[in-house]
């Protein structure tokens, strides 16, 4: 047998045996990773290379902005603007047919672009909505549906962490700021189609339509979330229009809200070390993970597995259309145990190469990729967003399933049409011109 | 031991908070210094790359003592509590192997170049070897931490036993680890 099939076996198989083990993610890389170097080179070399590639690979300035991003997101959070925004989305959707399914999507939209957590936006929302919705007559577990579903779309709509770590993971060859422009369609084309099917079960089980709202109280509420959605304007417009980089915006962002916070009396001052604290957190599981699979990525073009798995499906598999549906289906598999940040970091490299020999371009891959993903978030037996949804809405994951099977399927449906037209992704970063 | 941990638990959370903030800090100031000052400054960018590793390594270790690493853990969820409790323990010494021969040697080995080659950062012009030191300081932490964990008896449980699923409404959700099960973080952002 070559050693490079040896290596790409135990590789393989040590990875996923201790990650079934219950050995955290990052040291299953990292031990899988460097169990593989020891069969090719020699024990002090491998280890230090193991070592020097953890460390050089997360000296980045780019990587930077997740940990800004998710302080941002955490003050934006402890600020409240949450309540804000569901008052602007029930202003704007709720008195339709089943609107307070809308007004769940639409939150869990524009909270998820804010915050740039999926997460956060399943809690903060769900914790508010879920009780509206059944004092109007919604089973808890079609809001928790509606709910879990909905909040994927913050991952697509920019600013979004997952889009940078992509970015990082082509190689250079998708920017960040054309990934962030080209999440927009995609993602407010999977609310909207999310929004149709809750429109549809509201017809056929008789969900009220909400208040009708005033429209002094509408622009009173579009008032009081100014703010919130300014930010967007100024950290996503600053970033396209090259005033400053995705990092700096980020810290722009950070001052932001906690201005924002102070402004709203929410925050003070005392407050600030725990918010660090609960964000360095965060940071390092984020930050941990990266590393470990970066030393793991090297790995894989030391053994030039992403050209050997491009000569494999190219000589395989002849229509491209077969390739992508391959594809599709490995991530949608590999989404549903693994979560997303490693998810991305190991199979951009393998999958990026194949699909570009076959004409598709980066960023567009990258928003298929993260879609797919987003899919995975919500399904058992590793979605965290399912847990987080079904959490707080106060129902069991087991009985929120058969509510979810007809949102996560129309979720597959917007995948199936973004992966096959590329221009949902890329006609708006070609009009930027990013 | 109990005592060592309570200590080095509260002093790595304080060095978390200030590289944190300076980190902050120092992205902000880079900006301002561009726009309303009009002289760009050359060190910030390399300050804030090298923060990231410290605050990503020394983080990685905080997170071993509360035992908070992202955990696919529905394999395990199964097993009865004293199967679980004797394997997370075997866990620990997979981490303790892992944080001795990889960050400890490894990363030691790293320092001992750098400081043989005697490498300075090109903008502020730190030796490298401070920087890389980040790297077996974090993993001594780590394996402390581990044999903290395996050592320690089992009814003691957790430090943080108090945690569960709580829901806070306009804050971030945390899932902690719940006595012996540790779950998925969904502080996770990037899902």
Known sequence: MSIELLSILVLFFSFFALLAYGVPVAYAIGISTTATMLLNIVTLPAITTVAQRMTTGIDSFALLAIPFFILAGELMNRAGIAGRLIDLAKSLVGSLPGGLAYVNVLAAMLFGAISGSAVAAASAIGSVMTDRMEAEGYPRTFSAAVNITSSTTGLLIPPSNVLIVYALASGGTASVAALFIAGYVPGILVGLALMALAAVMAKKRGFPPGDRISFSELFRNFGRAFLSLLMLVIIVGGIVAGVFTATEAAAVAIAYAGGLGFAYGTIKVGDLPSVLLASARTTAVVMFLIATSIAMSWLFSFESIPALMTGFLLDTVSNPIAIFILINVTLLVVGTFMDMTPAVLIFTPIFLPVVVALGMDPVHFGIVMVLNLCIGLCTPPVGTILFVGAGVAQVSVADVIRPLIPFVLVMVGVLLLVTFFPQISLWLPALFGV | ?191
């Open chain 2, 1 to 191: 031991m109990q005592r060592t941990y309570d200590i080095l638990m509260q002093v790595l959370g304080y060095v978390l908070v200030v590289i944190f903030s300076l980190m902050v800090v120092d992205v902000l100031w880079q900006v301002l210094s561009r726009y309303a000052l009009g002289a760009p400054s050359s060190f910030t960018e390399e300050f804030a790359r090298f923060a990231l590793i410290w605050v990503a390594l020394l983080g990685a270790a905080y997170l071993n003592g509360l035992r908070e690493h992202l955990t696919m853990d529905f394999l395990t969820r199964k097993l009865s509590p004293e199967k679980l409790e004797r394997r997370q323990k075997n866990i620990e010494w997979w981490m303790f192997g892992f944080a001795l021969v990889v960050m400890v040697v490894g990363g030691g080995n790293l320092v001992l170049t750098t400081l043989t080659l005697g490498q300075a950062s090109p903008a502020i012009g730190v030796p490298l070897w401070v920087v890389y030191s980040v790297i077996p300081v974090s993993g001594a932490l780590v394996c402390f931490f581990s044999v903290y964990h395996a050592m320690r008896e089992t009814d003691s449980g957790l430090p943080n036993e108090r945690l569960d699923l709580t829901v806070t409404p306009n804050h971030q959700t945390t899932i902690q680890p719940n006595n012996q099960t540790s779950s998925i973080q969904p502080n996770n952002l990037s899902s």
